[in-house]
């Protein structure tokens, strides 16, 4: 079954630090752009990063000011999240896609996970 598979959320207290792991199974991912989103109860899906297929083109939303690093390893075929100086708005359940780019450029993501809770309380 080919899917993503994210692992490493938990529960940490306000200014600790988690990082989160996406995987493939049943294929390789390199050639595939990732983004990690979160969803928190009761508010809309938002993009929390991006990677290029090759690495060398990084995005990050607003809110991660600094906060977070993105980066890949595909012989490993994992993208990795390291977030640290957490936030209690930052609790949600945090998912990763890989996509493909289209002849326009942009990318179409086709792959998905289940996604992974991360809660910051103290």
């Known amino acids: 079954q080919l899917q993503l598979v994210e692992s490493g959320g938990g529960l940490v207290e306000p200014g600790g630090s988690l990082t989160l792991s996406c995987s493939a199974s049943?294929?390789?991912?390199?050639?595939?752009?990732i983004a990690w989103t979160r969803q928190a109860p009761g508010k809309e899906r938002e993009t929390v990063s991006f990677?290029?297929?090759?690495?060398?083109?990084?995005n990050y939303g607003d809110f991660v000011k600094g906060r977070f690093t993105i980066s890949r390893d595909d012989a490993k075929s994992t993208v990795y999240l390291q977030m640290n100086d957490l936030k209690p708005e930052d609790t949600a359940v945090y998912s990763c896609?890989?996509?493909?780019?289209?002849?326009?450029?942009?990318?179409?993501?086709?792959?998905w996970g289940q996604g992974t809770q991360v809660t910051v309380s103290s």
């Open positions: 990677i290029s297929p090759t690495g060398d083109r990084k």
């Open positions: 896609e890989a996509g493909l780019a289209d002849s326009s450029g942009a990318y179409e993501y086709i792959y």
């Open positions: 049943g294929f390789a991912l390199e050639g595939y752009a």
